[in-house]
């Protein structure tokens, strides 16, 4: 989409899934050194606000999964600076070696998922100023492990006839603050204009997973390095 200012704090690989389609690689993107859209993009103040914001989504993603942010607030200036520096220059093995403490669950097997309270996602459409973001347990209430069409279905009430369609003068909410009755009220959850259901479709990490997989995997499997995953939903 031409003309749409790219959120920074946005992995770029959510933005491309949002805004762009294969046929458009390489990617061509304008670059203004003047004219910041305040209204649209969180201030920019250079690589430590980039990291700032990166250490807030991964609290609130550990927060989510533990029921409190401790094992990003216990991490060491050096783990942290590690972290940040293997992410930097793509070394997964400096990243990973953080990354697993974050993640590891204190038990073994079943238990050790058991453990997870609620899963860090964040369902992003291309023109609504916030992710939309609910607790969500893996499991229902019958025991059997929730599903993207469940995820789906519970924060976007129309779903699958859903479009973006957000009033530009909405303004910019607070990061992760977003939910499903602000995305209605934003006139995200606009019914398909022909009633073609198959348009609306929902990308993770440049794919569409199947609709019957479980959200537990795809965070285990698909999230970001922040460890929180990305539901990017748009026209097909």
């Known amino acids: ?3 749409v200012p790219l959120k920074w704090h946005l992995p770029t690989g959510i933005l491309f899934d949002l805004l762009a389609t294969e046929e458009e690689l390489p990617w061509a993107l304008t670059l203004h050194l003047s004219g910041f859209p305040e209204r649209a993009l969180l201030p920019y103040t250079g690589e ?5 914001h990166f250490r807030q989504t991964l609290k609130q993603a550990s927060c989510l999964r533990n029921g409190t942010a401790k094992r990003v607030n216990n991490l060491s200036v050096a ?5 940040w520096t293997g992410i930097c220059r793509g070394d997964f093995a400096k990243f990973n070696e953080v990354n697993k403490e974050i993640l590891k669950p204190t038990q073994g097997g079943g238990e050790g998922v058991s453990e997870i309270k609620r899963l860090p996602v964040r369902v992003v ?3 609504l100023p916030s992710p939309i973001q609910q607790p969500f347990k893996p499991y229902g209430a019958d025991g ?4 993207l069409q469940d995820l789906l279905v519970q924060l976007l009430p129309t779903w699958p006839k859903i479009f973006a369609s957000v009033n530009p003068e909405a303004g910019l909410r607070d ?3 977003g939910d499903a009755e602000a995305a209605a009220a934003a006139g995200a959850t606009v019914d398909d204009e022909d009633g073609d259901s198959s348009h609306a479709v929902a990308f993770v990490q440049g ?6 997989t479980p959200v537990l995997w795809l965070c285990q499997q698909m999230a970001c390095p922040d460890t929180m995953l ?3 939903v748009r026209k097909r």
Not at 48 to 52: L, M, R
Not at 79 to 83: G, N, R
Not at 144 to 147: A, G, H, N, V
């Open 1 to 3: 989409l031409k003309g």
């Open 79 to 83: 783990q942290m600076e590690q972290l």
């Open 125 to 127: 459409l291309p023109h």
């Open 230 to 232: 990305y539901i990017c």
């Open 207 to 212: 794919i569409q997973p199947p609709l019957d």
């Open 48 to 52: 430590s606000g980039i990291q700032s």
């Open 144 to 147: 059997e492990l929730l599903t």
């Open 175 to 177: 990061e992760g603050a």
